[in-house]
Protein backbone atom coordinates (compact mmCIF):
# COMPACT_ATOMS: atom_id res chain seq x y z
CA UNK A 1 0.00 0.00 0.00
CA UNK A 2 1.31 3.65 -0.82
CA UNK A 3 0.65 5.99 1.67
CA UNK A 4 1.02 10.14 1.71
CA UNK A 5 2.22 12.16 4.52
CA UNK A 6 2.42 16.18 4.24
CA UNK A 7 4.45 18.67 6.19
CA UNK A 8 3.07 22.02 6.70
CA UNK A 9 5.01 24.19 8.17
CA UNK A 10 2.90 27.80 9.27
CA UNK A 11 5.22 30.36 11.19
CA UNK A 12 2.39 32.41 12.48
CA UNK A 13 1.70 29.75 14.30
CA UNK A 14 4.21 29.38 17.73
CA UNK A 15 2.60 26.21 19.18
CA UNK A 16 -0.55 24.17 19.66
CA UNK A 17 -3.21 26.62 19.09
CA UNK A 18 -7.01 26.76 18.48
CA UNK A 19 -5.73 28.52 14.98
CA UNK A 20 -3.35 25.09 14.65
CA UNK A 21 -5.88 22.85 15.13
CA UNK A 22 -7.94 24.66 13.02
CA UNK A 23 -5.38 24.38 10.51
CA UNK A 24 -5.28 20.80 10.98
CA UNK A 25 -9.00 20.26 10.63
CA UNK A 26 -8.72 22.62 7.17
CA UNK A 27 -6.07 20.03 5.85
CA UNK A 28 -7.56 16.74 6.84
CA UNK A 29 -11.36 17.79 6.63
CA UNK A 30 -11.43 15.50 3.19
CA UNK A 31 -10.53 12.43 5.22
CA UNK A 32 -12.92 12.96 8.09
CA UNK A 33 -15.98 12.47 5.71
CA UNK A 34 -16.90 8.78 7.36
CA UNK A 35 -18.12 10.03 10.36
CA UNK A 36 -14.89 9.28 12.61
CA UNK A 37 -14.56 9.85 16.54
CA UNK A 38 -11.78 11.92 18.09
CA UNK A 39 -10.58 12.02 21.26
CA UNK A 40 -8.68 14.45 22.59
CA UNK A 41 -6.58 15.44 25.76
CA UNK A 42 -7.45 18.64 27.60
CA UNK A 43 -5.44 21.01 25.80
CA UNK A 44 -7.01 24.63 24.87
CA UNK A 45 -6.70 24.21 21.51
CA UNK A 46 -9.30 21.11 21.40
CA UNK A 47 -10.56 23.34 24.20
CA UNK A 48 -12.16 25.91 21.58
CA UNK A 49 -15.70 26.89 20.42
CA UNK A 50 -14.51 27.77 16.92
CA UNK A 51 -12.53 23.68 16.75
CA UNK A 52 -16.04 22.41 18.46
CA UNK A 53 -18.08 24.35 15.31
CA UNK A 54 -15.59 23.29 13.16
CA UNK A 55 -16.00 19.48 13.94
CA UNK A 56 -19.51 19.82 14.31
CA UNK A 57 -19.99 21.04 10.95
CA UNK A 58 -17.50 18.34 9.63
CA UNK A 59 -19.67 15.38 11.25
CA UNK A 60 -17.22 14.41 13.40
CA UNK A 61 -18.18 13.06 17.12
CA UNK A 62 -15.31 14.16 19.10
CA UNK A 63 -14.69 13.74 23.06
CA UNK A 64 -11.72 14.57 25.91
CA UNK A 65 -9.83 12.41 27.79
CA UNK A 66 -10.23 12.86 31.65
CA UNK A 67 -7.56 14.71 33.28
CA UNK A 68 -3.98 12.14 33.62
CA UNK A 69 -5.63 9.70 30.99
CA UNK A 70 -3.71 10.84 28.34
CA UNK A 71 -0.72 8.97 30.11
CA UNK A 72 -2.58 5.62 28.86
CA UNK A 73 -3.51 6.73 25.34
CA UNK A 74 -0.18 7.67 24.35
CA UNK A 75 2.20 4.46 23.64
CA UNK A 76 5.29 6.91 24.15
CA UNK A 77 4.25 8.06 27.97
CA UNK A 78 6.63 6.80 30.27
CA UNK A 79 3.83 6.13 32.49
CA UNK A 80 1.71 3.97 29.96
CA UNK A 81 4.63 1.46 29.46
CA UNK A 82 5.40 1.11 32.96
CA UNK A 83 1.72 0.09 33.69
CA UNK A 84 1.83 -2.09 30.67
CA UNK A 85 4.79 -3.86 32.21
Known amino acids: ?3 TAHVVVDTTVKGPSAASTL ?12 HPILIFDNGPEFNNKLVHQQLTQ ?3 AFNHLPTAAGAY ?3 CDNSFNSVLK
Request: no cysteine.
Open 1 to 3: AQH
Open 23 to 34: KWLELVGEYLQD
Open 58 to 60: LGV
Open 73 to 75: ANP
